[in-house]
């Protein structure tokens, strides 16, 4: 159950928090008194209310728990921290668990194999599962295909090779998620933006989390996007920023579809190009894949 003053953020019931982070009422009572936190509200008949920004925190102690971190040594942490830690623990395990079987595929892009590269692709996928493929595998190998780049260690007509071969795996395995109900996402990026890597990946774990994801590609006109929403009745706008979207740009711009939305409409923003920046007002950014995980369900527990 979800409790809203028109001054405060969204609060919500421990049997809500409970649902939606997967803690227990009683881990989150013991933590209240080992840890100091959460540090729940009370309602006039002294049950706890949790705000969202403890919930989203929660989330990611959970995640963090999920894959080896022990909550007492994460309850101090700010919650930028969490989510850079979140992020990271997914490189690390990547590198401990199959850092030379992504040399293997890099080295698979350079030498332009692409049946090969198709081939362990699929088979990752396969052994893995969408949500650990994304995570472990696509999203670690592109930041190292990027960097690649940068440094000229690959050519341009390689980028795309990666690009293409991979958004194809993606496509087809988000083809065969279940169809979602809510939330709505419209999923797009902002003119001057022709990345398409991380918007696919924000898809295949929106779609694991049982949303309903509409996907209109790369480069959309601010109006267009606008039009979008009204006309597919989207919960949440999602766009996606790569580093090297022109960041001088990045929070005007915001601000602008911010004020073009209708009021329900959420504005979510993610990828390295948003990283660093300062959230604007009704505006979501987020640091990582787990970020957009837990965004998910605090909408659905505002919804309630």
């Not at 419209?186 to 890597?197: G, R, V």
Request: glycine share 6%; proline share 5%.
């Amino acid at each position: 159950m979800i409790v809203q003053d028109k001054m405060k953020e969204p609060q919500f019931t421990i049997a809500a928090v409970e649902r939606d982070v997967g803690l227990s009422k009683d881990v989150l009572r013991v933590w209240e008194r080992r840890y100091g936190f959460p540090v729940p509200n009370r309602d006039p008949h002294g049950e706890r209310l949790y705000p969202a920004a403890q919930v989203l925190r929660l989330r990611l102690i959970k995640r963090l728990m999920d894959l080896g971190h022990r909550p007492g040594r994460l309850m101090s942490t700010s919650a930028e921290e969490l989510e850079a830690l979140a992020a990271g623990s997914h490189g690390v395990k990547a590198a401990d668990a199959g850092s030379h079987e992504l040399d293997k595929l890099f080295a698979l892009v350079r030498h332009h194999d692409a049946a090969a590269y198709l081939q362990a692709m699929q088979q990752r996928l396969a052994r893995h599962g969408l949500r650990q493929f994304v995570m472990d595998t696509v999203a670690p190998l592109t930041v190292q295909i990027g960097l690649a780049w940068q440094q000229g260690q690959l050519q341009v007509f390689e980028e795309h090779l990666f690009t293409e071969l991979t958004a194809r795996v993606l496509r087809q395995a988000i083809a065969t998620v279940p169809g979602g109900s809510e939330p709505r996402v419209l999923l797009t990026t902002l003119p001057k933006e022709p990345h398409e890597m991380g918007l696919l990946m924000v898809e295949a774990m929106l779609s694991l989390e049982g949303a309903q994801c509409i996907s209109l590609g790369t480069q959309m006109p601010l109006m267009e996007i606008v039009d979008a929403v009204a006309a597919h009745q989207v919960d949440v706008v999602a766009l996606s920023f790569s580093a090297a979207f022109p960041a001088r740009q990045t929070r005007a711009l915001l601000e602008q579809l911010r004020a073009a939305l209708p009021g329900p409409a959420e504005l979510w923003a993610g990828g390295a190009g948003v990283r660093k920046l300062a959230a604007p007002d009704g505006v979501t950014c987020m640091a990582s894949l787990d970020s957009a995980i837990a965004a998910v369900s605090l909408w659905r527990l505002r919804a309630t």
